[in-house]
């Protein structure tokens, strides 16, 4: 699994996490443990191809981590579906800005 970030411009770093062979669990925690260990003030998190569920679980305790660390910081997660940036939407975390893309990466709207 594959949760290191990469610098993306100036201070922003991006996750794709790779759930191709690990658990939701094992995922959630390597993000968990990403946000700790590294200096990730201005993160996007890329959950496109997740499914609803899991998008909407990663994107939420993400951002949860996220805050505590850098409560001044700023976190973009990319979804596949409407439904998923409404489930996290929903919740009015701070430092989240939701992002739709369609199957094909073409970006749809944003939060």
């Known amino acids: 699994m594959n949760s290191e970030p990469s610098l993306i411009k100036d201070d922003q770093f991006l996750i794709k996490p790779d759930y191709s062979n690990n658990s939701i669990h094992e995922l959630r925690q390597s993000i968990k443990n990403t946000i ?3 200096d990730c003030h201005n993160l996007v998190i890329d959950l496109s ?3 609803l569920i899991y998008a909407s679980q990663i994107g ?3 951002s949860v981590q996220h805050f ?3 409560p ?3 976190l973009e997660i990319i979804v596949d579906s409407q439904e998923a940036k409404n489930m ?3 919740l009015n ?3 989240a800005k939701v992002t739709v893309t369609s ?3 073409i970006f749809l709207s944003i939060a």
Do not use: C, H, R
């Open 36 to 38: 700790i260990d590294n």
């Open 49 to 51: 191809g997740f499914n």
């Open 60 to 62: 939420i305790l993400s």
């Open 68 to 70: 505590i660390k850098y």
């Open 72 to 74: 001044n910081g700023t």
């Open 88 to 90: 996290i939407v929903l």
């Open 93 to 95: 975390i701070a430092n």
């Open 103 to 105: 199957p094909q990466g």
